[in-house]
């Protein structure tokens, strides 16, 4: 017995097409951020914290999406899309556990902009080899022992009905619509989770850019400015994209919770924003572009 992911067969003449789109998209994610990863690997120029966070983030976007997409696309060229409570729970528990750890990385990231920007004589001291990688680890660990408990929280609870789950993958609010009985504990604790998990980090990523702003603004060179903010806008442009997206999904009430919206913006934080990542750090980066011209120019001559 299990669950049937009714995913997008309210569409069937578009399966096909959006078996493409899908693909293709989940190709730009995984071909992007490798690139990423294999830059700031073989590049002596982009051995710093900064990049040493965009690296493990880029690890992170592809384990990310590689917990719901290669489902989706498998679901979307067969019939039978029955999934076990076992693999239902294992799919929840990774895409939480790996979401915290993206809430953590982008918080840590601002922090490096922050030291960067607003005590850059004391910025090597502060962010070391030992501390990037204690910040590193505290980010990919956190979200493991409290999803542990919260995803057997959600899956202790009986189930009824159809078992048909109208969403695409195992996300929290469309499993707790098929939950008989009282959930009302699940979802105090999925709103508590979401504060703690999503919004404290969102508002400390915020206060990090008040601080960062205020200080760009007192540079006495345009140039300076300039620089400043297009090392930083990059990261906030993914940061509203993807908070933005989360905090609404989980802090809806679940009266208000429609299933068009519940898949639009479980696609704008699982697909569309991972896929936009490697195009904003990189394009709007001139370091990782005179890098990567390097790295494309030596390839040629070889």
């Known amino acids: 017995m ?26 730009i994610i995984l071909m992007g951020n490798s690139l990423i990863i294999i830059m700031i690997k073989v590049d002596p120029s982009l051995q710093n914290p900064m990049y040493f966070f965009l690296g493990n983030f880029s690890s992170l976007e592809i384990c990310y999406v590689s917990v719901t997409v ?4 498998v679901d979307l060229v067969r019939q039978s899309r029955n999934i076990s409570f076992l693999g239902c729970a294992t799919q929840m528990y990774f895409f939480l556990v790996l979401g915290v750890t993206e809430c953590f990385l982008l918080t840590v990231m601002a922090y490096d902009r922050y030291v960067a920007i607003c005590n850059p004589l004391l910025y090597p001291l502060i962010m070391n080899n030992r501390l990037c990688i204690q910040l590193a680890a505290g980010c990919w660990m956190t979200g493991v022992p409290v999803h542990i408990g919260f995803t057997y929280q959600i899956f202790s609870l009986p189930f009824c009905g159809s078992h048909q789950l109208n969403h695409f993958f195992c996300d929290v609010p469309p499993v707790l619509k098929l939950a008989c009985g009282d959930t ?10 979401t504060v703690l998990f999503i919004t404290i980090p969102f508002m400390l990523i915020l206060a990090s850019y008040v601080k960062i702003i205020s200080t760009i ?33 989980y802090l ?7 299933t068009g919206m519940d898949k639009f913006l479980s696609l704008f934080y699982t697909v569309v924003t991972p896929m936009f990542n490697p195009m904003i750090y990189c394009l709007r980066n001139k370091d990782f572009m005179v890098a990567l011209r390097k790295f494309l120019l030596k390839w040629i001559v070889l």
């Open 2 to 27: 299990g669950l049937f992911l009714l995913s997008f067969s309210d569409v069937p003449d578009l399966q096909g097409f959006l078996f493409g789109v899908f693909l293709i998209m989940y190709v």
């Open 184 to 193: 009302f504990m699940t979802e105090v604790l999925t709103y508590v989770l």
């Open 70 to 73: 290669p489902r989706l696309l």
């Open 252 to 258: 809806r009430p679940k009266s208000s919770h429609s």
């Open 217 to 249: 603004l007192k540079l006495p060179s345009v140039a300076g400015q300039a620089k400043a903010f297009s090392t930083c806008s990059s990261h906030l442009m993914v940061v509203a994209l993807f908070f933005g997206s989360g905090i609404i999904s």
